[in-house]
């Protein structure tokens, strides 16, 4: 639960759309002699309508604040065309968004004391969310951890395409993704919801984190949240026993060299 809350703030949730052009970049077609190359005119081109439906369905999200990029984010070197860069973006905050949805949903479930009824590696009756997770064996965060970077490879290597080019919709995952008889305007619809659901659940998991973490922060939720004092931005500091034994043998062994090494002076300068 934790790693999701963690995972959820990593998003800025800006309204970002991939465009319905497919965009190929020059990397990538260097092994392909058949395609020809983007113009930078071309190009140009295909950012200009990036961009206009960027603003489009900025709008269609939250007319009254509409398109806000204080930072600039479409124009920062993340790839090599404005146009990847958007679609990029895109599919960072529809992933996070679910990822914040997920957690804020897990995140109210077990606060009330609803959790695994049945007996099993997980911790029952510890607490709230944070203390759960604290709780965990080593091996179950192992396993947390893994399972999500084996669902980031299989998008990213997805046979269909990759979003970046626009080879696919961003937010689409090959695992996940599922055939529909919806029209393009429901479809469209939907975008616009799911984005509207994931920043607003991106807002109410800080909520939650900055509550239990600052009690008294966000005062509709004072006396609602018990206090964390574990570390947020430190989720295996205090039990991540593989690496606390790590440290702890390099530790040893460089203080056996040490030691062995001002031995070994300590003779050489004796027998001067």
Not at 96 to 120: E, K, L, N
Not at 132 to 156: F, H, T
Request: charged share 20%; glycine share 8%.
């Amino acid at each position: 639960m934790k790693t999701a809350i963690i995972l959820s703030l990593a998003c800025a949730a800006n309204a970002f759309t991939v465009p319905s052009n497919k965009v190929t970049s020059s990397k990538l077609l260097s092994s392909t002699s058949d395609e020809p190359k983007v113009t930078g005119k071309s190009q140009e081109k295909l950012d200009e309508l990036a961009m206009d439906e960027l603003k489009a369905i900025a709008a269609a999200a939250n007319p009254i604040v509409n398109y806000f990029d204080p930072i600039d984010l479409v124009n920062a070197p993340i790839s090599e065309t404005k146009t990847e860069t958007i679609a990029w973006l895109r599919h960072a905050e529809i992933k996070h968004g679910r990822v914040a949805m997920a957690a804020f949903v897990g995140y109210w479930v077990q606060s009330q004391g609803i959790t695994w009824s049945t007996d099993g590696p997980w911790p029952t009756n510890v607490g709230y969310p944070e203390a759960q997770w604290d709780a965990l064996s080593s091996d179950l965060k192992y396993y947390v951890i893994l399972s999500v970077g084996v669902l980031e490879v299989i998008d990213e290597a997805d046979q269909k395409g990759h979003y970046v080019n626009g080879e696919k919709e961003p937010g689409r995952h090959p695992i996940f993704q599922r055939k529909t008889n919806a029209t393009a305007e429901k479809l469209s619809e939907g975008k616009i919801k799911e984005i509207n659901n994931g920043r607003l659940a991106m807002l109410g998991i800080m909520g939650f984190v900055s509550e239990s973490s600052v009690p008294g922060s966000v005062p509709v939720l004072g006396g609602r949240i018990p206090a964390y004092q574990g570390n947020f931005w430190a989720p295996f500091g205090g039990d991540f026993s593989f690496f606390d034994r790590t440290v702890a043998a390099v530790t040893s062994v460089a203080e056996s060299g040490a030691s062995k090494l001002a031995e070994s002076a300590s003779e050489a300068v004796s027998l001067l």
